[in-house]
């Protein structure tokens, strides 16, 4: 099991920038995919950022590429999604994700990213 928490949301304007935090417990050895999930109200949950924590590499899709960056730890303890250039649209529930080597799948509580106009 993994255990996942997100801090670092909160409240900012137009054109700041915000880092997000996932502390990650438990079975983190085993962990083999690591993402950043958002959810706007009214909305599906997307995908907002990707890594292969085994070599680093990670994918966005177009709506942030170029504005959002992952990263994590060697140890896979702490994922990072550093955010700038920030706009209204970002507004959402931002989620921790991970996934282990057996294929079973972990979520944070997910944390609040509101940005005002």
């Known amino acids: 099991q993994v255990q996942l928490v997100e801090s670092g949301g909160g409240l900012v304007q137009t054109g700041d920038s915000l880092r997000l935090s996932c502390e990650a417990s438990?079975?983190?050895?085993?962990?083999?995919?690591q993402a950043w999930y958002r959810q706007a109200p009214g909305k599906q949950r997307e995908l907002v950022a990707y890594i292969d924590p085994r070599n680093g590499n990670a994918t966005y899709p177009a709506s942030v590429k170029g504005r959002f960056t992952i990263s994590t730890d060697n140890a896979k303890k702490t994922l990072y999604l550093q955010m700038k250039s920030l706009r209204p649209e970002d507004t959402a529930v931002y989620y921790c994700?991970?996934?282990?080597?057996?294929?079973?799948?972990?979520w944070g509580q997910g944390t609040q990213v509101t940005v005002s106009s």
């Open positions: 438990g079975s983190i050895f085993s962990i083999d995919e």
């Open positions: 994700y991970a996934e282990d080597e057996p294929g079973d799948a972990f």
